[in-house]
Structures are given as C-alpha cells and as structure tokens.
T-cell receptor
Framework: KQEVTQIPAALSVPEGENLVLNCSFTDSAIYNLQWFRQDPGKGLTSLLLIQSSQREQTSGRLNASLDKSSGRSTLYIAASQPGDSATYLCAVITGNQFYFGTGTSLTVIP | ETGVTQTPRHLVMGMTNKKSLKCEQHLGHNAMYWYKQSAKKPLELMFVYNFKEQTENNSVPSRFSPECPNSSHLFLHLHTLQPEDSALYLC??????????????FGEGSRLTVL
C-alpha cells in the first residue's frame, strides 16, 4: 500500500526566506502528484499538479519537482510571506486512489 | 471559489439526530468524493462516485449513507452518529475516476460536531 510522508510536520521561518517542503512516497508507480494548501478550518486549495511524465511545475513563487525513481517531491516557496502561513499537503495518485500525507504546517513570521 | 460548494459549513447534532451534508460542483466533472479529516491524521477516503455510480466504499459504517442523484450533486446522510465522528468532512471532484484522474478540487468542508 502507498504511504506518503511529509517531514517536517511543522516549520517556522522569517518573512522573505526561501524554503523547501518535502514529500516522500513508497510506491514509485504513480500517475500524478498534487500539492495543496489548507488554511485552518477550510478546505484544500490545489496549488500544483505534476503529471508522472513531468519533472516540475511552476506557479508564481511556487515550484514543485518530482523524482519518481527516488519517491520524492519538493515544493519550493520563494520569498516567503506571512500570507503563505498554512498547512501544505501532498497527494499521490496510485491506481485509482489518492494517498495523502499529513501535511507540513508552515508559519511565516513577519 | 473552487467550483465545489458544501453546505452547511458547520453542523452540531445529537447522537439521535438525522442530518445531511450537501455538495455541488460546477466544474463539469464526473467523479465526486467524500473525505473525512480528523486532527493529526491523513485524509480518509469514504466514498467515490464515478458517473453517478458508487465505485468505492472504504469500510465506512452504515450510519453514513451517501447519495449521488447526478454528476453535479453529492449528499452524505448522517444518522445515529457517535462523538468520534466529529470531524471536517470534505467533498471533492475530478474529471473522471480512472488511473489518471487529473486534478482534484475540494470544497470548503463541513465541520461536524456530534454531542
């Protein structure tokens, strides 16, 4: 069964810093990997979707990379802002199922 | 606005009540999902509907009863719930439910508290 791990569980950085969030998965036979953001008490907002044939996707200050062979994805956030404070979750699609990590809670300190 | 709308946003119910959660998507998708999110745990898939047909029931207790009248609407009927059922219930949709299902879109969630 696919297992998705996100480390660290929590991260606190000063405003303006560049940072990397990690996502690892045990089964490299994935179709897509998707990164989400979740604000407290809210639903998940899709940030980036990486198809299995792609190695990275970019949207504004966000860049997500995918290395299927090593079972890893990273989400790079450039020039972090207090508004980036949220929980970031990754999900992989294996077969017909989405498998979610437990997320990294990010706090950006002004 | 993600194109997936959930109502109500908050619900408090007693263990003997019957209530329903509603989800509507305006994205033209054909697959809809119910997830349960509890503190410190990964999202738990509950039910999946693909073209109105239920394709997944992840060993969910019968006190949760899903209904999908069409590809745009999904309901979760609740009865005789337990306090441990208190959680955030999330509805999601995608183009189709196949091996390469595409992007998943979520609603804002319904926060359920069972007294």
């Amino acid at each position: 069964k696919q297992e998705v791990t996100q480390i660290p569980a929590a991260l606190s950085v000063p405003e303006g810093e560049n940072l990397v969030l990690n996502c690892s998965f045990t089964d490299s036979a994935i179709y897509n990997l998707q990164w989400f953001r979740q604000d407290p008490g809210k639903g998940l907002t899709s940030l980036l979707l990486i198809q299995s044939s792609q190695r990275e996707q970019t949207s504004g200050r966000l860049n997500a990379s995918l290395d299927k062979s090593s079972g890893r994805s990273t989400l790079y956030i450039a020039a972090s802002q207090p508004g980036d404070s949220a929980t970031y979750l990754c999900a992989v699609i294996t077969g017909n199922q989405f498998y979610f990590g437990t997320g990294t809670s990010l706090t950006v300190i002004p | 606005e993600t194109g997936v709308t959930q109502t109500p946003r908050h619900l408090v119910m007693g263990m003997t009540n019957k209530k329903s959660l509603k989800c509507e998507q305006h994205l033209g998708h054909n697959a809809m999902y119910w997830y349960k999110q509890s503190a410190k745990k990964p999202l738990e898939l509950m039910f999946v509907y693909n073209f109105k047909e239920q394709t997944e029931n992840n060993s969910v207790p019968s006190r949760f009863s899903p209904e999908c009248p069409n590809s745009s609407h999904l309901f979760l009927h609740l009865h005789t719930l337990q306090p441990e059922d208190s959680a955030l219930y999330l509805c999601a949709s995608s183009q189709v439910m196949t091996a390469n299902t595409g992007e998943l879109f979520f609603g804002e969630g319904s926060r359920l508290t069972v007294l």
